[in-house]
T-cell receptor, first 117, second 116 residues
Framework: GAVVSQHPSWVICKSGTSVKIECRSLDFQATTMFWYRQFPKQSLMLMATSNEGSKATYEQGVEKDKFLINHASLTLSTLTVTSAHPEDSSFYIC?????????????FGPGTRLTVT | AQSVSQHNHHVILSEAASLELGCNYSYGGTVNLFWYVQYPGQHLQLLLKYFSGDPLVKGIKGFEAEFIKSKFSFNLRKPSVQWSDTAEYFCAVNAKNTGTASKLTFGTGTRLQVTL
C-alpha cells in the first residue's frame, strides 16, 4: 500500500521556539494532505486540510498563524508550530489521500511527538 | 457535519473470545465508512472500508464489519481474537461525493486488550 513518512518522529523544543514537521508521500502523489492532532488516549482531531498549491483550510478553533501549513509539492507538506508552548505538546499525525479516490481512503504517517518544555 | 460515536472505550477479552465493537454515526447524507487500527507505537492502518454494495465487508486479519443503514451503525467483529489484536480501534466516516472537501471524522476509539 501507499506509504507516508513523517520527520522527525519526535522532537523536544523550548517554549517560544518554532518546530517544523515534514510529511511525505513516498510512492504516490498526494493532492490532498491532512494534519491531525492526537492527545493521549483520545481520538484524532483534524487540524487542517492541505491542498497542493493552495492555502490550507483550517478547522474551527485551530489558529492558522500558529500552525503554519505549506503544501509546496505533490509529495511534501509541512506543519510549522510557531512560538510553541507546553500546551502544544501532542502527537501530530499527517495523512495523504491518493489521487482518484476523492472521498475515499487516506494513508497515515507514523506521527511526530512534540514536547515543549 | 458528521459525527461518530464509539461506545466501548476499553474492552478486555481473553484469547479466542469473539469481538464486537460498536460504531454509530450521525450524518444527513450518504457516507463512506472505515475502521482503522493503531497498534502500540505504530501508525494507523486501514482494517476495512465500506463504500457501497454488500453491507458486510471483510477486512484484513479476519475482521469484518456490517453496515446497517437503518441504525446508522458500522460495528466491527472478529469471531476469535488473538493477543496480537491488542490495539486501539477507530471508526471513521466521511461524506460521500464531496470531492476534495471530504474529510474523515473519527470516533474516540476503543482500546482492545486481549489477555492470554
Amino acid at each position: 500500500g501507499a506509504v507516508v513518512s513523517q520527520h522527525p518522529s519526535w522532537v523536544i523544543c523550548k517554549s517560544g521556539t518554532s518546530v517544523k514537521i515534514e510529511c511525505r508521500s513516498l510512492d504516490f502523489q498526494a493532492t490532498t494532505m491532512f494534519w491531525y492532532r492526537q492527545f493521549p488516549k483520545q481520538s484524532l482531531m483534524l487540524m487542517a486540510t492541505s491542498n497542493e498549491g493552495s492555502k490550507a483550510t483550517y478547522e474551527q478553533g485551530v489558529e492558522k498563524d500558529k500552525f503554519l501549513i505549506n503544501h509546496a509539492s505533490l509529495t511534501l507538506s509541512t506543519l510549522t508550530v510557531t512560538s510553541a508552548h507546553p500546551e502544544d505538546s501532542s502527537f501530530y499525525i499527517c495523512s495523504a489521500r491518493t489521487p482518484g479516490l476523492a472521498g475515499g481512503e487516506q494513508y497515515f504517517g507514523p506521527g511526530t511527538r512534540l514536547t515543549v518544555t | 457535519a458528521q459525527s461518530v460515536s464509539q461506545h466501548n472505550h476499553h474492552v478486555i477479552l481473553s484469547e479466542a473470545a469473539s469481538l464486537e465493537l460498536g460504531c454509530n454515526y450521525s450524518y444527513g447524507g450518504t457516507v463512506n465508512l472505515f475502521w482503522y487500527v493503531q497498534y502500540p507505537g505504530q501508525h494507523l492502518q486501514l482494517l476495512l472500508k465500506y463504500f457501497s454494495g454488500d453491507p458486510l465487508v471483510k477486512g484484513i486479519k479476519g475482521f469484518e464489519a456490517e453496515f446497517i443503514k437503518s441504525k446508522f451503525s458500522f460495528n466491527l467483529r472478529k469471531p476469535s481474537v488473538q493477543w496480537s489484536d491488542t490495539a486501539e480501534y477507530f471508526c471513521a466516516v466521511n461524506a460521500k461525493n464531496t470531492g476534495t472537501a471530504s474529510k474523515l471524522t473519527f470516533g474516540t476509539g476503543t482500546r482492545l486488550q486481549v489477555t492470554l
